[in-house]
């Protein structure tokens, strides 16, 4: 398997009665990361407008009971989990998904159903729907609420990276403590950094930190570019661009909103990129590259203290 980014470690079935309290979270007054951490049991987040495109990886955290969704390096779903009680515990590690399949039921515990299942380990550990009660509970699966098992298994592919860990961290924005650590080798303040050659093609994220005054381009889950950037006016929660369109009168760019509940995008007039600044030649290396599906996450926290409790592990894909 192909080396993949790097990825800050964070966060098990419903059967398929679900209890009353199981529901999607509107997630309008903050982005999946700032919201999961209020998540009561049975509860998730879902924004993959987010980041369209691009590789994907599961966070499962066994302290916190929650799972994060990123997709090329950005956070675009979130749950609430149940994993395995005492005498069941559910490993920990980097897995990858066997199998699929939709209907299936349980050869080890009762023909116990689970819907939606994701396997994990030939020995029985599995992603699926399941009861949540609010602590861990299985016999060793992850057990998610089945809106969210639904929508996860609709993306999902064999193959795709799931990491288990037991660190006490909250999911962010960073990708990983790498990206502000090595992104400048020259140890030279305010550096340019562009490699658009460590990731030749696929769909482009721009995570912008108004704390550290950094910008960083990720394409295909790749990081291929920093620059410093200075952004006017306050940063009040974490929000999104996502480039629609580009035709003869320009590019057509519109603010996601972290729900459907909130109703359409809202677009962006030319006016409002008068508030980040950014080196001229690190403008035009990413007008370059810029195409329809491109999104730009622009966040008040600091890459470098938002990895600073967490375990890194190198991902494959």
Known sequence: MKRGWLLLVLAQGLAWTLPARAQQVDVSTGSVAETVARLKAGQYVWAPQIAPEGPMML????KTQRATLYRNGIPVGATTVSTGRSGHATPTGIFTILEKRVVHHSSKYDNAPMPYMERLTWAGVALHAGNLPGYPASHGCI???A??????YGLTGLGMTVVISDAPATPRVAPTPWLLSSDNPEGVEGAIVWSPEKSPSGPVSVVVSAADRRA???RNGIVIGSAPITVSGPVTGTFAYALKSVDSDGQHWVRVKLSPATGEDSSVPKSEWQRYSVPDAFRSAVAAIVEPGMTIVVTPDSLRSAATPATV???RK
Not at 59 to 62: R, T
Not at 147 to 152: D, E, I, P, Q, R
């Open 216 to 218: 960083l381009v990720l």
């Open 59 to 62: 966070i499962v955290n066994l």
């Open 313 to 315: 592990l190198e991902s």
């Open 147 to 152: 809106g969210f098992a639904k929508l996860l």
């Open 143 to 145: 057990r998610m609420p």
